[in-house]
């Protein structure tokens, strides 16, 4: 068993966007993070993303409006940054307080500016195979580990489990593309999916990204499989400092005793998300700066 590692890929995707950056004279791409609220992982995510930005040399803006701020108060400010020519991406914290229309707030944000890539233009991009579209930064890190990790998807049967807007679909239609490395024969499956053992234990890449602790047993992969792990669950653990442990979708222990390659958690996906991100900044300011 080979294990992806999630940390080792991202910090050399970032050495090389670092070495792209400082080519770049006069004016460095920029970020605007905007977070709303204080909820405590978004205030750790959006820490490390500024922290990644300085590490490139990428500019970042962290904008905190006040709580109270309302939806068409939000508007306004993601229209200022649409129309500011020294931002090249924007990226608003997930998750948004109660009473934001999350999709909405993504449509906002302008497809040449959307580096998160929610945008329901640059989700069509991708379902075209447009490459001027921004790919959302997890999917897009799947795919990134894949590649660097020598796994080619070409005629593999692919089972992505979960169908979220933010990875299990777009990561299917990634897979699907007519391109080097992809070309799989992709399987969804989700709550609703009878036989969901049956059809994971097809897959010759397990992509599972289902949000539940630990769902994908030994008994349900087959030996040989490739897993991408892109859970992140909490269980209590007494035993850590923290009060609990973190947990992919996959049982990783006897999991990986049968995989061929498998990503840990935490360590594996996570790190590639804040990785691609940057990616998509700096394609961002090419974008910009060739119009």
């Known amino acids: 068993m080979e294990l992806i590692d999630g940390n080792q890929i991202a910090a050399a995707l970032i050495a090389e966007l670092k070495a792209e950056v400082a080519q770049i004279s006069g004016r460095k791409p920029c970020i605007a993070l905007v977070r709303v609220g204080e909820d405590p992982a978004s205030v750790s995510y959006v820490k490390k993303k500024e922290k990644t930005a300085a590490e490139i040399g990428i500019t970042s803006r962290v904008i905190l409006p006040p709580v109270t701020i309302t939806p068409a108060e939000l508007f306004a400010l993601l229209d200022q940054l ?104 992709v399987t969804i499956c989700h709550s ?23 769902m994908i047993t030994a008994d349900m992969v087959k ?18 400092k923290s009060g609990f442990r973190l947990v992919g979708d996959v049982h990783f222990p006897t999991v990986s005793l049968l995989a061929s390659k498998i990503t840990p958690v935490p360590g594996g996906v996570g790190p590639m998300t804040v990785a691609m991100l940057m990616k998509n900044t700096v394609k961002a300011f090419r974008l910009q700066a060739a119009h």
Not at 141 to 151: D, F, K, T
Not at 160 to 171: C, E, H, M, N
Not at 173 to 181: D, E, I, R
């Open 223 to 240: 030996p040989g499989v490739v897993v991408i792990d892109v859970g992140i669950n909490r269980l209590p653990d007494p035993s850590k």
């Open 82 to 185: 649409n129309s500011d020519p020294t931002v090249d991406g924007i990226l608003v914290q997930s998750p948004l307080p109660k009473g934001f229309d999350e999709v909405a707030v993504f449509r906002r944000v302008l497809a040449t500016k959307d580096v998160d890539g929610f945008n329901t233009l640059n989700l069509g991009k991708i379902a075209q195979e447009d490459p001027s579209g921004f790919v959302s930064c997890t999917p897009a890190g799947i795919m990134e580990l894949l590649a660097r990790s020598g796994v080619d998807l070409k005629g593999k049967h692919v089972v992505v489990v979960g169908r979220s807007l933010i990875v299990g679909k777009p990561v299917a239609l990634l897979a699907l593309q007519k391109k080097a490395g992809a070309n799989g024969t």
């Open 192 to 214: 609703q999916t009878r036989d969901l053992p049956g059809i994971v234990r097809q897959a010759d890449v397990l992509i599972a990204a289902i949000g539940r602790a630990e």
